[in-house]
C-alpha cells in the first residue's frame, strides 16, 4: 500500500508563487521515480515536471522549465515543486505520480503506478 499525498495547493494571485509537496509513504521513495501532472477542467492530465531516481535527472514541460523546480528529500520522503511566475493558465488539479523503476521519467501519465489525490492550484486572473 505505497500511498502518495500532494499538498501545497491553494489561491494565488498571477506572478506568485507555491511549493507543492508529495508525501510517499512506506521509505521508499529513493527508488522511485516521480512526476507531476495536472488536470484543467475538460483537458486531459499533462505532465508538468519529472525527477528520476537515479542522479536526480529532471524534466520539465517546456512552458514550466523557467518557473518550475522539481527536487527531492529522500530524508523526507517527500518530493517538490516549486513553482514561481504562476500563470492563469497554470490553474489546474495538480497531482504526483511514482513509478516502481526509477530509471523511468516518462510524461505519459499510462506508465505510472501510484497516484495522489490532487491538489487544487487556482491562480486568478
Known amino acids: 500500500q505505497v500511498q502518495l499525498a500532494e499538498s501545497g495547493g491553494g489561491l494565488v494571485q498571477p506572478g506568485g508563487s507555491l511549493r507543492l509537496s508529495c508525501a510517499v509513504s512506506?521509505?521508499?521513495?529513493?527508488?522511485?521515480?516521480i512526476a507531476w501532472f495536472r488536470q484543467a477542467p475538460g483537458k486531459e492530465r499533462e505532465a508538468v515536471s519529472c525527477i528520476r531516481s537515479s542522479n536526480d535527472n529532471t524534466y520539465y514541460k517546456d512552458s514550466a522549465k523557467d518557473r518550475f523546480t522539481i527536487s527531492r528529500d529522500n530524508a523526507k520522503n517527500t518530493v517538490y515543486l516549486q513553482m514561481n511566475s504562476l500563470k492563469p493558465e497554470d490553474t489546474a488539479a495538480y497531482y504526483c505520480a511514482a513509478e516502481v523503476d526509477g530509471s523511468i521519467c516518462s510524461f505519459n501519465p499510462h506508465i505510472y503506478d501510484f497516484w495522489g489525490q490532487g491538489t487544487q492550484v487556482t491562480v486568478s486572473s
Open positions: 512506506e521509505s521508499t521513495l529513493n527508488v522511485f521515480a
